[in-house]
């Protein structure tokens, strides 16, 4: 199984904090990702999770993992207009492909 | 930091020829993945390659093949063209003998329309 599901929408106000969802299938994913893409542009890099860990924090981002109901989730704190984007998240196993969510699209209303 | 280079970046055809797309990876990166994102459409894995050979196959149609060369650049050939081959194509680099994981930086695409 390499389900991966998001909510497809979320709009917040600029200032408060977007929280985005996913879910996935394969419990023997070793690392979890979350990549964000502009409108028009490639997949950029925002932060990845190793499977033994609940949580990260890098600046804005936070990364939570809980494991037993496979399910991510990314917190952007001080949501800014420049946060609008589609949100993919993405499981792997290394040395094997990626299999992205649908992604969450991010509106931020100023 | 260099990042993963991909050429073309936009590429009108029409059905039933043929493109090639080439993607410049991550100096000292030894992977290269292909994806196609189709509009509206998260990115659907097609092949990959550790080390010029072939390491996993994906949703690749048969008319569309991929080497990496020497130099670790890769090269995706699509042969009669379908509209519905029309979308984004992405390459993505990585270093696979990183120990701390494998994380696939992402190229900015080739939009490929076809007419």
């Known amino acids: 199984g390499e389900d991966v599901e998001q909510s497809l929408f979320l709009s917040v106000r600029e200032g408060d904090s977007s929280v985005i969802n996913c879910t996935y299938t394969d419990s023997s994913s070793t690392y979890l990702y979350w990549y964000k893409q502009e409108p028009g542009a490639g997949l950029q890099l925002l932060t990845y999770?190793?499977?033994?860990?609940d949580m990260k924090q890098d600046q804005r981002l936070t990364v939570l993992l809980n494991k037993k109901d496979k399910h991510l989730s990314l917190r952007i704190a001080d949501t800014q207009t420049g946060d609008s984007a589609i949100y993919f998240c993405a499981e792997s196993k290394p040395g094997n492909q990626f299999y992205f969510g649908t992604g969450t699209s991010l509106t931020v209303i100023p | 930091a260099a990042g993963v280079i991909q050429s073309p970046r936009h590429l009108i055809k029409e059905k039933r020829e043929t493109a090639t797309l080439k993607c410049y990876p991550i100096?000292?990166?030894?992977?290269v993945y292909w994806y196609q994102q189709g509009p509206g459409q998260d990115p659907q894995f097609l092949i990959s390659?550790?080390?010029?050979?072939?390491?996993d196959k994906g949703s690749i149609p048969d008319r569309f093949s991929a080497q990496q060369f020497s130099d670790y650049h890769s090269e995706l050939n699509m042969s009669s063209l379908e509209l519905g081959d029309s979308a984004l194509y992405f390459c993505?680099?990585?270093?696979?003998?990183?120990?701390?994981?494998?994380?696939?930086?992402f190229g900015p695409g080739t939009r490929l329309l076809v007419l």
């Open positions: 993505a680099s990585s270093l696979r003998r990183q120990l701390r994981g494998e994380t696939q930086y």
């Open positions: 390659f550790y080390e010029k050979m072939q390491s």
């Open positions: 999770i190793f499977s033994n860990m």
């Open positions: 100096p000292r990166h030894d992977t």
